[in-house]
């Protein structure tokens, strides 16, 4: 004898109870795997927002940044000198921090080992033994700052204060014959340093962008 089961849906999406509704096994399940990955915000069953999804999909280490933790990181200055921080240096004042805080990789005045040297090479990049320097290849002085300041010195990166990174600046500049003895150096007159190699690269963020 032929027995009438419940119609059930083909419809995708509405499950396989009858009436074309999920069942309760399904709804269930469907609930797990979602909490499973983070989709439902814990005892209340509504849908997390994609910041939770992403706290909670982590490894579970630390917390949520706050809004001040980003800005003790958020340091990078640009070519132009946005985001450099008041402060001065000279040369002169710059020569102690580096003898104290640099000379012991860099070597004496810039010239390197047991790290790279910091000055020469300017005019050499064209050549068949081009020295790339600070002095040489980088087109900004604001980068001097900028990587000394996060980097620097090596055993104890961001250790400097603004003055002393302005300083250490002004001295490496001094010693490529880029600016004078009296030069100060600060977060108006970085930026306007002219570096040899300004023009050796491309800047592709001004380039006609593409319709």
């Known amino acids: ?23 309760t096994f399904e709804s269930n399940t469907k609930r797990t795997i979602a909490k499973a990955y983070g989709d439902l915000a814990p005892g209340t069953g509504s849908a997390r927002t994609p910041l939770e999804k992403l706290t909670y999909q982590g490894p579970k280490l630390g917390q949520l940044a706050s809004a001040n933790d980003v800005k003790r990181f958020d340091i990078s200055v640009g070519p132009d000198g946005i985001n450099l921080p008041m402060g001065i240096g000279t040369p002169k004042s710059g020569e102690l921090v580096y ?38 290849f980088w087109p900004y002085a604001t980068t001097l700052f900028d990587y000394t300041r996060r980097a620097m010195p ?4 961001k250790s400097l204060n603004n003055d002393e990174v302005y300083a250490v600046s002004a001295y490496i500049l001094f010693l490529n014959g880029i600016v004078t003895e009296e030069f100060e150096v600060n977060e108006k007159t970085l930026a306007s340093i002219q570096m040899p190699n300004r023009n050796g690269f491309i800047d592709y963020s001004q380039r006609p962008r593409e319709p």
């Open 1 to 23: 004898m032929q027995k009438d089961f419940p119609a059930c849906s083909t419809t995708p999406g509405k499950g396989f109870s009858e009436y074309g509704q999920p069942s």
């Open 99 to 136: 003898t104290n805080k640099c000379q012991s990789c860099h070597g004496e005045k810039g010239q390197g080992k047991p790290a790279d040297a910091l000055i020469g090479g300017i005019n050499s990049l064209a050549g068949n033994k081009p020295i790339r320097t600070v002095g040489s």
């Open 154 to 157: 090596l055993n104890s990166p």
